[in-house]
């Protein structure tokens, strides 16, 4: 049977990559299929089921913007306006920008806003506001509309949105418009709640091979919330992911977001250039064609906690795939997509093979670059090329909680073609497609990855 499939092949992949505990879901002909596999914590351990809670990370992001998308078709907020027609009081590093900004650009990142601002606005109802207040500290990468970047920044500005439009805190909008309405009884922000439930914790391996549970259980506070903040199930991510397969309406009938709309969340509004997430971006979702069909997902990495929702819309076919392990859920949760999709659909998903190693062309790109929190490091031996990716020092140094550990060189190499795309190749992230950007003289000046622009800094 299908199902026993499925569960062998999660528990044998899920003790491949020495993963604590894991939970999958598909829908597939009209019926769901589960697979669930090991424990919640090494320290506490739970066996893992259909409604344990696992930190979505940026899967939240689809949340944001469909609850947007219902104030849309409210006649509530115009995704065209310009952003300080819902939170006049913005203030960014430029005043033209602030000015120009618009709703849209928020949930497709081509605001121009850098990644994030690391900053800890507490627990309050007012945890969203004093986020966005600081946003004037927040670097501008591009002018508005011109390229995607992802930013967490602007997700938490979209959440900020909704709260001035509803007048509820950015949680209970998306209750009131969203959770309750669809049944979403295991979707939870506040970690006061979902500490009364069965939940996984992150766990990350050290370089010694041993596992240590990752503190604290979700980084980042409520004023993170809109762009990382939801604990959810797989039961309710493939009820989430069945939603947007279908024609906008709770089971019950009830109309959610008219149909119309949520169809415009996946048409595309950007490209996206040597991307493994995708080909472009549709309203919050990452669009892909594989294998000659097209698929609609969203990934989310938290610390120690990997997510992964995919759908293909054409054939009424839905994938959830969550794991607690840094950072091998992220190969795991890759595994489980590829094979439901050529087992259940025949639709294979490959890697593209690097060109052979080129030493003028891998010269010409090492060296160092980084965004507002990270950096990365391009570097060659002479024989082959690695990626390294840390959180900045000052940064880590700065946090009160602790942080991910940094991802260690990997070996990547540069794709065929102008010789600016590039894979990774081993490690926590195989797979990731990036490419470098070159300035009007044709010199190498950042670098993409899982979306997010990276700036250079030093060459080799």
């Not at 499925?6 to 019926?31: H, M, Y």
């Not at 041993?210 to 009820?239: E, H, T």
């Not at 890759?334 to 998903?349: K, N, P, S």
Request: hydrophobic share 40%; net charge negative; with cysteine.
């Amino acid at each position: 049977m299908a199902h026993d499939t499925l569960s062998d092949f999660v528990a044998a992949t899920a003790t491949k990559f020495g993963i604590p505990g894991v939970a999958v879901g598909v829908w597939v002909e009209g019926r769901e299929v589960y697979a669930c596999h090991g424990v919640t914590s090494v320290e506490n351990p739970v066996p893992v089921d259909r409604d344990t809670l696992f930190a979505l990370a940026s899967v939240t992001k689809t949340y944001t913007a469909s609850v947007l998308m219902c104030l849309v078709a409210q006649g509530r907020v115009d995704l065209h306006a310009p952003v300080r027609r819902y939170v006049p009081e913005l203030a960014l590093a430029d005043e033209r920008v602030a000015a120009e900004i618009t709703v849209l650009q928020l949930l497709n990142h081509t605001s121009g806003l850098d990644w994030s601002v690391i900053v800890e606005t507490g627990e309050g109802d007012d945890a969203l506001a004093g986020y966005v207040a600081r946003l004037a500290d927040l670097k501008l990468i591009t002018p508005p509309g011109t390229r995607a970047s992802y930013s967490q920044a602007g997700y938490n500005l979209a959440g900020r949105i909704v709260e001035k439009v509803t007048g509820l805190t950015y949680e209970r909008a998306v209750a009131s418009l969203l959770a309750e309405p669809l049944g979403l009884s295991h979707s939870l922000f506040a970690p006061l709640d979902v500490m009364t439930r069965r939940f996984a914790v992150g766990h990350n391996r050290g370089e010694d091979g041993a596992l240590s549970v990752a503190r604290p259980w979700r980084p980042g506070g409520r004023g993170n919330n809109p762009g990382a903040g939801l604990a959810s199930s797989v039961r309710d991510q493939l009820r989430w992911a069945r939603f947007h397969l279908g024609d906008g309406r709770a089971e019950g009938g009830e109309r959610v977001i008219p149909v119309e709309l949520l169809r415009s969340m996946t048409e595309p509004t950007v490209e996206l250039r040597g991307s493994s997430a995708g080909d472009a971006l549709g309203i919050a979702w990452f669009l892909r064609g594989v294998d000659g069909v097209r698929t609609v997902g969203h990934a989310g990495s938290s610390d120690g906690q990997f997510a992964e929702l995919l759908t293909v819309p054409g054939r009424d076919f839905a994938v959830v795939s969550l794991a607690n392990l840094g950072p091998d859920g992220i190969p795991f949760n890759q595994a489980v997509l590829r094979w439901a999709l050529e087992h259940y659909l025949g639709v294979v998903d490959r890697d593209p093979e690097p060109a052979p190693y080129d030493e003028a062309r891998a010269a010409e790109v090492a060296g160092s670059y980084e965004n507002d929190a990270m950096t990365l490091l391009v570097a060659t031996d002479g024989a082959g090329m690695t990626l390294e990716v840390g959180i900045k020092p000052e940064i880590r140094a700065a946090l009160e909680t602790e942080a991910p550990p940094d991802y260690p060189p990997a070996a990547m190499g540069l794709l065929p073609g102008d010789g600016d795309e590039y894979i990774i190749t081993e490690g926590g992230l195989t797979g990731q497609r990036g490419f470098f950007t070159r300035d009007a003289t044709g010199g190498v000046v950042g670098v993409d990855l899982a979306g997010r622009l990276f700036t250079r800094v030093r060459a080799a």
